[in-house]
């Protein structure tokens, strides 16, 4: 009997050194070696009386835009029903909630009892470890939760591989000072981080300001002052014909005093056609043509570092081919923001890039308007206003089509003053431009700091450690008595359970 105590108390030095890391006093375990891990579940939804109760119940989706630490419910309720009738448990405050598929990585506190759906994987922890250190070691583990998922229409952490996910064991009293440290630092990086979002913030109205100017005539006032009152009235006399039967309801709308010899136009009478996209999807063997589509649109600008390749006949690429200076315009999306946003189809002169339905190009008649200044009055306020108009919305998606767009009125002013407004919007968008970079950058810096923080706390190089905190290798021992004991009062509960219904 002695000698199998020498032995058992060797293999337990040996597991000690084995699962030992920098500092001395810490060591590596797996997320089951400190808690119950937990799966949730989804009751029939085909049944209304599973849900509507009192019990918490979250779905992947209530953590999206979620960024506090605790969480106490989510957009749905389970009833006693529903948590009966499916996989889901009722799981204690202070249980940590992590979500392992569509996306892995969401993670939030539960602040009262709480259950979930089958997206998440949660651990409900030993009292002998800190909850919130937990918390952030989950928070900044996201890549390495994906790198133990699988998974081939979207990657999913399982129950088993989330168990074993390692984590460095501080002594309890340390993961509270690194807790606090980290939060004493972030509270720092959170103060930039709003001042920096409220300069962004103030930018973009900045250049929404900018626009309203631009098309109310007072960033070329000054330039119409020079060249006199009548400057542009031959333009405007060749577009008297023109002018829209509703030109006062228009300028109604406009709710604004347009400068002397502008226009009031339909948008049709600036255009020489318009044409939806392409619907082919499948490509076929042989030469194949570049189609523009949504996912190759950033920042309102075409991106062609990754894009699709579809075979098209002669006819197809005759008749869908951009040509330059033709404007796209999104016809469908999910986002009201982004249906009828005008794109600049500057691409190569030399290649045939087609486009898909998801876009109407339009090509206007250049000796009317300058495309620039189309677009720009496009981002207007002006505009977006009859846009959001005009948009019809159907089962989650909004929009556009060309007869409800050829109606859509525009401020035209002549030709030379179009290029000067442009060239007044672009010298104050430039110094835009340069500012939000600045922001972008400093923005990426504070994110990057935010990481080497939440590094440093996990190597132990963030918080001081204390020679008189009992070592973690001796929590470990409570952690598996604490184990041993629960399970051992479930087990108890159970037989009492039993003879009850007996």
Same mark, same amino acid.
């Given at each position: ?6 032995k ?6 040996f597991?000690?050194l ?6 001395e006093?810490? #060591?590596?375990?797996?997320l089951?070696?400190?808690?119950? !891990? ?5 009751p +029939?939804? %085909?049944?209304? $009386? /599973?849900?509507?109760?009192n019990i918490s119940w ?23 029903k ?9 799981m ?11 996306p892995i ?18 651990? #409900? ?8 250190? !937990? ?5 900044? +583990?996201? %890549?390495?939760? $994906? /790198?133990y ?7 999913e952490?399982?129950?088993k ?7 460095p ?12 440290k980290?939060e004493?630092?972030?509270s ?32 070329t ?27 006062a ?7 604004t005093?347009i ?31 570049v189609?523009?589509?949504l ?12 894009t ?5 006949s002669?006819?197809?690429i005759?008749?869908?081919?951009l ?5 796209l315009i ?9 249906v009828g946003?005008?794109?600049y189809?500057?691409?190569?002169h ?17 000796e ?5 200044y ?8 002006i ?6 108009k ?13 007869s409800?767009?050829s ?25 835009i ?23 440093k706390?996990?190597?132990?190089r963030?918080?001081?450690?204390d ?5 973690a290798?001796k ?11 629960l399970?051992?009062e ?11 219904r007996?």
């Amino acid at each position: 009997m002695k000698k199998k105590s020498i032995k058992n108390n060797q293999l337990l030095v040996f597991e000690r050194l084995r699962t030992r890391v920098s500092p001395e006093n810490w #060591i590596k375990v797996t997320l089951e070696d400190i808690g119950e !891990i937990v799966s949730g579940g989804t009751p +029939s939804t %085909k049944d209304p $009386e /599973n849900f509507g109760g009192n019990i918490s119940w979250l779905t992947p989706a209530d953590l999206s835009d979620f960024h506090e630490k605790y969480i106490s419910h989510g957009k749905r309720n389970l009833s006693e029903k529903g948590l009966r009738n499916s996989s889901a448990k009722l799981m204690p405050a202070g249980t940590i909630l992590f979500t392992s598929r569509a996306p892995i990585g969401y993670v939030a506190i539960a602040r009262n009892e709480i259950s979930t759906n089958q997206g998440f994987k949660n651990l #409900i922890p030993s009292s002998y470890v800190f909850n919130e250190y !937990i918390y952030y070691y989950l928070k900044a +583990s996201k %890549k390495l939760a $994906e /790198n133990y998922a699988s998974g081939t229409t979207f990657l999913e952490i399982s129950a088993k591989s989330f168990a074993k996910l390692p984590i460095p064991l501080p002594p309890l009293n340390e993961q509270k000072r690194i807790v606090a440290k980290i939060e004493e630092l972030f509270s720092k990086l959170d103060a930039g981080v709003e001042s920096l979002k409220k300069a962004e913030a103030q930018l973009r109205r900045y250049r929404q300001s900018v626009l309203k100017a631009a098309f109310e005539g007072k960033l070329t006032e000054k330039w119409r002052e020079r060249h006199g009152e009548n400057f542009g009235y031959e333009f405007v006399k060749r577009l008297e014909f023109q002018k829209h039967t509703n030109t006062a309801n228009y300028k109604q709308f406009l709710q604004t005093k347009i400068p002397r010899n502008w226009q009031v136009l339909p948008l049709k009478s600036l255009v020489k056609s318009f044409q939806n996209g392409l619907s082919k999807r499948k490509s076929y063997s042989g030469d194949s043509t570049v189609v523009i589509r949504l996912a190759d649109i950033e920042e309102l600008r075409i991106s062609l570092t990754n894009t699709r390749s579809i075979k098209l006949s002669d006819k197809e690429i005759e008749k869908y081919s951009l040509s330059p200076e033709d404007i796209l315009i999104i016809r469908v999306n999910g986002s009201k923001d982004l249906v009828g946003r005008f794109i600049y189809a500057d691409l190569p002169h030399d290649e045939k890039i087609a486009f898909c339905d998801h876009f109407i190009r339009c090509t206007v008649r250049k000796e009317m308007v300058r495309v620039k200044y189309l677009i720009y009055f496009a981002e207007s306020n002006i505009f977006r206003k009859q846009m959001l108009k005009n948009m019809v919305s159907t089962a989650g998606q909004n929009t556009i089509n060309q007869s409800r767009l050829s109606n859509m009125f525009v401020l035209l002013p002549s030709i030379p003053e179009q290029q000067k407004i442009v060239e007044e919007i672009e010298r104050r968008f430039s110094i835009i431009d340069s500012l939000e970079k600045t922001i972008d950058k400093s923005l990426k810096e504070a994110e990057r700091l935010r990481q080497a923080i939440l590094k440093k706390a996990f190597e132990g190089r963030l918080a001081p450690q204390d020679p008189n905190d009992e070592p973690a290798w001796k929590l470990l021992e409570r952690i598996k008595e604490e184990k041993k004991r629960l399970e051992a009062e479930k087990k108890n509960k159970k037989k009492r359970t039993k003879k009850g219904r007996c």
